[in-house]
């Protein structure tokens, strides 16, 4: 059974403890099951829809009333947190299910996933919490991409994934992956940690149009190596930064796609589409050619 205790609901709601306990009293809401020991547990979605419902009328048998109304209300990145942070695999399952009715895949990624696996980030260390969201997004991502259709582009994307497990932008660089694939594009993700003289096979098979650099835990040095391992094949390729992961110094080869996945994908696709025009983002280091 997932859920949270007395304290932690009464710390959601600004409220204490055996205030709590009265409106479940008087209200029947929220209603707790129990746990074996026979300790409240509060449905986090039920304590999240009372805590908006109080923020709006600022009432308390107005706000019951209402967060009784809505129910749970539709899937949103907070709700996916609370199960994340309740370590509620089946829970998490089913509120990105419900998210897919509603929106597409892509959107699901941006306002649902990565929203609720960045509410558990810490600049420090990762949480339990964010890694039980870190790993579980990763086989969501993973589970998604193998549904992906066929190619139906000729153009090629390589990503060369700088980060490490549990870095967030590991999980934007599986974004951005799972969404070129999507759109139609042949993609391959490697590991710049793979030696440039042994690139050659891989690149002859995907033939890249695009090379998208992406991750933080590589040296300078390193990218320009690759950089220039992959252009002595594809000779035509565009390489592109995500996320930061060429330090900008105000030279211009590389095109910046930002920090989002879908949008990403968007000015990736149409900066091979039109060469011209289509890169007017931000420019970054001159790599080795």
Request: proline residues 7%; contains cysteine; glycine residues 6%.
């Amino acid at each position: 059974m997932s859920g949270i205790r007395t304290n932690a609901a009464a710390v959601m709601l600004g409220i204490s403890p055996s205030t709590l306990r009265s409106w479940e009293r008087r209200y029947g809401f929220p209603r707790p099951l129990r746990s074996p020991g026979g300790h409240r547990q509060f449905a986090l979605a039920e304590i999240e829809s009372l805590r908006l419902a109080l923020a709006e009328t600022h009432n308390v048998s107005s706000a019951v009333s209402l967060a009784q109304q809505r129910g749970e209300g539709p899937s949103s990145s907070t709700r996916l947190a609370g199960a994340f942070a309740a370590f509620d695999e089946d829970r998490a399952a089913r509120l990105l299910e419900e998210s897919l009715i509603l929106r597409s895949v892509e959107r699901t990624i941006e306002e649902i996933l990565l929203g609720a696996v960045a509410a558990h980030a810490c600049p420090d260390r990762p949480t339990v919490e964010y890694e039980f969201g870190w790993r579980f997004s990763t086989g969501w991502l993973s589970a998604i991409k193998r549904l992906s259709p066929p190619a139906s582009r000729p153009e090629g994307v390589l990503l060369l994934d700088a980060s490490a497990p549990l870095d967030f932008d590991a999980l934007h660089a599986q974004a951005l992956e799972l969404i070129l694939r999507r759109a139609g594009l042949r993609t391959l993700s490697l590991s710049p940690a793979i030696d440039p003289a042994r690139l050659g096979r891989a690149l002859r098979a995907l033939d890249p149009n695009a090379l998208v650099l992406t991750g933080r835990r590589v040296t300078l040095d390193a990218i320009g190596r690759l950089v220039y391992a992959v252009r002595s094949v594809a000779r035509g390729v565009v390489v592109f930064d995500y996320r930061g992961a060429v330090p900008d110094s105000g030279a211009s080869t590389v095109c910046r796609l930002g920090d989002t996945p879908a949008a990403a994908s968007e000015l990736l696709i149409a900066r091979l589409q039109h060469p011209p025009a289509a890169c007017a983002a931000k420019p970054a280091l001159a790599l080795a050619t």
